[in-house]
């Protein structure tokens, strides 16, 4: 690969994969058994050569030239379409995906490692593969096998691509007030009328066909969510040989202009507008998938693979900037060693000063340890569907339900962070277009709202996950680091301290959860949701940092050397901050609950 990437770094992503997931030994397992580590390395070469070679070299095009709807169609830069185009011909758009239908049966481990590449390289463009693959797999796992045949055989190919629609103007996050309506008819099909907004990918000429996953409600359905129905609404219908078919009533209402990710075209739809009438009748034909009213259950498919998904672009972009700090901080010759009193001696590198270090070393323990969860979560995944014990796979999915919330929100949180540290060790240079940090960090920013904020991944993670099957995931979590902290406790030096220290923080988890639903009063356990979350999420990435802390082992080359000192910042500077966290916690805080709208 040449000359290391201001991207990824791939001797870490192949630390990860190798030394600590062991992602080799899947090949042991039928699904699996046409790879080895070779293809494993092939396909990972390959994504880097599609990032950096035609993702990459349109990020600033595509931030510059936001997509431009002329009233009738939404126009691109041209170089968005062929980046995808070179992409669909990879076939990574399948990669995890079965044979069957045009996959290559890779482990999600693997797959995620490589969608890291395009996120880094350029998320605003990967936005629409990373829709498309998600659509495609809830279809796998719901769809029927025309739906599969029609609609997700074309997304591998990269002819199709998808969205998700669940958002409406007046109900935004609360899906259980959405009001597009899904009327039958008689052939069988569903005619849909209704808004949504902030759809990605919702409308341009990048692909042939785009399969919409709605959520509408059928008259007569239950209220809330338990009413809510999951339809296909294509753009264009298509016919029964696959060839394409008339306009559907999808009307593209209006572009939403955004901050970052300005290269996904984000939009505001109407179904049913009526300038659109397939066959003469009103309305936007729709598909039901699966069960009438199992909507958003169906639709939760999707959205935890994005959550994840999500997490890991905040964590490419997060990455990239540490990079990119970190390449500057070697050539940006600027000031004097502390101790040095002659004004004519030479500068050294800014690198060279502890202040610096210290954002760089936050940086690494932010990013590296971003990486490692979404990897673990994605290698859960795959233990889910392929181990050989069904016990396991109960596991893997248990442990995946609570990981999920901290995947999707401790990286969007802590990898900006990064990013703004990128911007920090620039100087005034990092707040200039001139260089990338500053697009990474508006990049990234949309990312703690992406698939629910951070205050609805906390009410999910202490509301429910917490305390589902009578808490079982949560002493499911604790007992697998536990198992980490048992290894650590009998090594030496660092690695004991890591672990008696997260041994404490865990049972004040653990002890911290308990009071908090004793409380009596939703509201206020609910209110303490988000602190419960940072406190949590930073417990779970120092459990993932002591995890490479062991993985090291007694290497001692520069690799080794930095996960130790990464690993001992964050035990000294990051796992602390748990301490006032949880104290906060014990304490049932009412004082958000009791502010009153006037004393602002």
């Known amino acids: 690969m040449g000359v290391p990437s201001l991207l990824l770094s791939r001797p870490d992503l192949d630390f990860l994969l190798h030394d600590w997931l062991q992602v080799e030994k899947l090949t042991a397992r039928p699904r699996f058994a046409a790879h080895d580590r070779d293809t494993f390395a092939a396909v990972l070469d390959l994504a880097h050569d599609v990032a950096t070679e035609h993702f990459a070299p349109h990020r600033k095009i595509s931030d510059s030239r936001e997509p431009e709807f002329d009233g009738e169609r939404v126009h691109l830069p041209d170089e968005v379409g062929a980046a995808l185009r070179v992409l669909a011909d990879t076939g990574m758009i399948g990669a995890t995906m079965d044979e069957a239908v045009g996959g290559m049966q890779l482990p999600h481990t693997v797959a995620q490692a490589c969608f890291l590449w395009l996120h880094a390289a350029n998320v605003g463009s990967a936005a629409y593969p990373f829709l498309s693959v998600a659509n495609a797999n809830l279809l796998l796992a719901h769809g029927s096998p025309e739906q599969i045949d029609t609609w997700v055989r074309p997304i591998v190919e990269g002819r199709f691509m998808g969205t998700m629609c669940l958002s409406e103007p007046q109900a ?36 042939e066909n785009i399969v919409h996953l709605v959520l509408a409600r059928v008259p007569g359905s239950p209220p809330g969510v338990k009413g809510i129905s999951l339809f296909v609404v294509p753009r264009f219908l298509v016919a029964p040989d696959g060839s394409i078919g008339e306009r559907n009533d999808v009307v593209l209402a209006g572009l939403n202009h955004k901050m970052g990710y300005r290269g996904t075209v984000n939009t505001l739809l109407n179904f049913g507008e009526g300038r659109h009438t397939p066959g003469g009748r009103a309305g936007a034909v729709g598909y039901l998938v699966g069960e009438q009213n199992r909507g958003l259950a169906q639709m939760f498919h999707m959205m935890n693979e994005a959550r994840v998904g999500v997490g890991a672009g905040a964590t490419a972009l997060g990455y990239a900037g540490y990079l990119h700090a970190l390449d500057y901080a070697r050539s940006r010759p ?9 004004p004519a001696a030479p500068q050294v590198p800014i690198i060279a000063h502890a202040d610096v270090k210290r954002m760089l070393l936050a940086s690494k323990s932010y990013v590296e340890g971003a990486l490692a969860l979404v990897l673990y979560c994605a290698r859960l995944l795959d233990e889910e569907q392929t181990a050989d014990d069904p016990a396991d796979r109960e596991r893997a999915h248990l442990l995946l339900e609570m990981l999920t919330p901290v995947a999707k929100s401790w990286p969007a949180q802590w990898c900006l962070a990064a990013n703004d540290l990128a911007i920090q060790v620039h100087g005034g240079y990092g707040y200039t277009r001139e260089y990338d940090v500053e697009q990474l960090y508006r990049d990234n920013r949309l990312n703690a709202i992406h698939e629910g904020t951070h205050g609805i991944q906390a009410i999910d993670l202490l509301g429910r996950k917490a305390v589902m099957q009578g808490g079982a995931g949560l002493a499911l979590l604790a007992e697998t680091i536990a198992a980490t902290t048992g290894r650590a406790a009998r090594a030496d030096g660092l690695a004991a301290e890591f672990a008696g220290a997260l041994d404490a923080a865990v049972a004040r988890i653990v002890a911290v959860t308990a009071t908090l639903w004793a409380v009596g009063d939703l509201e206020v356990t609910l209110a303490n949701a988000s602190v419960y979350l940072e406190a949590v999420g930073h417990v779970v990435v120092g459990w993932l940092w002591l995890e490479q802390l062991l993985a090291v082992g007694d290497r001692t080359d520069d690799l080794a050397q930095g996960k130790r000192a990464a690993a001992r910042f964050f035990l000294r500077h990051e796992l602390p901050r748990t301490g006032p966290w949880l104290d906060l916690l014990v304490s049932a805080d009412r004082t958000t609950v009791e502010m009153r709208d006037a004393w602002f």
Not at 193 to 205: N, Y
Request: cysteine-free; hydrophobic content about 25%; glycine content about 14%.
């Open 172 to 207: 935004g996050s609360s899906l259980s007030d959405v009001t597009t309506r899904a009327e039958p008819q008689p052939d069988g099909t569903y005619r849909l009328t209704g808004t949504k907004m902030w759809i990605s990918g919702g409308d341009h000429e990048l692909s």
């Open 334 to 342: 600027q000031g004097r060693p502390v101790a040095a009193k002659d």
